[in-house]
């Protein structure tokens, strides 16, 4: 589990993080929601590092992060897999090079030893047969599978993704999302993906935390995620006619199952 307690962060003057707090639990699909420009990144870069808070502190399973001593801090590191936007393979290396290389760079595991986990790795991902292929032979669905391959390569406790359906088709970022949710669930790996898609969000989300202008509006199940009241995130979830019209039909079928239960009380 991770936990965030009051963080705050600030660029130029511009507030960018007010105070956000919150628990991403292990095993579950931890999702921060919200438009362009609300945080999510900065929040994720705070969780692992890459940015220290103004105020607030983090903690990996009890233990204190951001301020702790450096060999803590490294050792927490190690068990840190991260699934990029882009992907961000190294195109001058192969798949294989490509997922070994946080081994290489993290562990003191022999040659023969690493090269039996990469080839585990990409069988877990559906990829055992391209480890000699190059990132530019890749399709945009196979680039992201060796990114996760890559993450978990190293024996990640928690796996962070940012945008992993960013420039996927609809029916290859479900199998991302699959994807993600079965290794999660399958090593109780604590997940956090930043993401603005709602079809990621209703489908996988056990956790979701809505961010807006740097404050957190709403977290909970995806499963009450279009009842709230917070206007900010209803703006957002139905900011398209398809969602509108989603909800239409909740709101029709609720009223129609409250009809039933009326006509059938009636009866009694």
Same mark, same amino acid.
């Given at each position: 589990m991770? &936990?965030? %307690?009051?963080? %705050?962060?600030? $660029?130029?003057?511009?507030?960018?993080?007010?105070g956000i707090s919150g628990n991403f639990e292990s095993g579950k699909m931890n999702m921060l929601l919200g438009a362009s420009g609300t945080g999510k990144s900065v929040l994720l870069k705070c969780i692992v590092g890459?940015?220290?808070?103004? *105020?607030?502190?983090?903690?990996? !399973?009890?233990?204190? $992060?951001?301020?702790?001593? *450096?060999?803590?801090k490294q050792e927490i590191r190690r068990k840190i897999g991260m699934l990029f936007q882009g992907s961000a393979l190294f195109d001058s290396m192969t798949v294989n090079e490509n997922v070994e290389f946080p081994l290489r760079m993290l562990s003191d595991m022999s040659k023969s030893d690493r090269l039996d986990r990469v080839q585990f790795c990409l069988k877990r991902v559906g990829l055992e047969k391209a480890?000699?292929?190059?990132?530019?032979e890749l399709s945009g669905g196979m680039k992201k599978r060796v990114g996760i391959a890559r993450a978990i390569a190293p024996n990640?406790?928690?796996? $962070?993704?940012?945008?992993?359906?960013?420039?996927? !088709?609809? *029916?290859?970022?479900?199998?991302? !999302? &699959? *994807?993600?949710? &079965?290794?999660t669930q399958e090593y109780n790996i604590t997940t956090i993906v930043v993401t603005h898609d709602m079809n990621s969000v209703l489908e996988y989300g056990d956790n979701v935390m809505f961010l807006y202008k740097g404050h957190k509006l709403w977290e909970g199940h995806s499963s009450t995620i279009m009842d709230t009241n917070v206007k900010e995130l209803n703006d957002f979830i139905f900011s398209n006619r398809l969602m509108r019209d989603a909800k239409k039909v909740d709101q029709i079928e609720a009223e129609e199952r409250l009809e039933d239960e009326q006509s059938r009380e009636e009866k009694r």
């Amino acid at each position: 589990m991770i &936990e965030i %307690h009051n963080i %705050h962060k600030t $660029f130029n003057g511009v507030k960018v993080l007010n105070g956000i707090s919150g628990n991403f639990e292990s095993g579950k699909m931890n999702m921060l929601l919200g438009a362009s420009g609300t945080g999510k990144s900065v929040l994720l870069k705070c969780i692992v590092g890459l940015v220290k808070p103004d *105020l607030g502190s983090i903690t990996y !399973d009890g233990r204190i $992060f951001a301020n702790n001593k *450096l060999d803590i801090k490294q050792e927490i590191r190690r068990k840190i897999g991260m699934l990029f936007q882009g992907s961000a393979l190294f195109d001058s290396m192969t798949v294989n090079e490509n997922v070994e290389f946080p081994l290489r760079m993290l562990s003191d595991m022999s040659k023969s030893d690493r090269l039996d986990r990469v080839q585990f790795c990409l069988k877990r991902v559906g990829l055992e047969k391209a480890g000699n292929k190059m990132p530019s032979e890749l399709s945009g669905g196979m680039k992201k599978r060796v990114g996760i391959a890559r993450a978990i390569a190293p024996n990640c406790t928690y796996l $962070f993704c940012d945008e992993p359906n960013s420039g996927l !088709d609809p *029916l290859t970022a479900i199998t991302i !999302d &699959e *994807l993600i949710k &079965e290794i999660t669930q399958e090593y109780n790996i604590t997940t956090i993906v930043v993401t603005h898609d709602m079809n990621s969000v209703l489908e996988y989300g056990d956790n979701v935390m809505f961010l807006y202008k740097g404050h957190k509006l709403w977290e909970g199940h995806s499963s009450t995620i279009m009842d709230t009241n917070v206007k900010e995130l209803n703006d957002f979830i139905f900011s398209n006619r398809l969602m509108r019209d989603a909800k239409k039909v909740d709101q029709i079928e609720a009223e129609e199952r409250l009809e039933d239960e009326q006509s059938r009380e009636e009866k009694r």
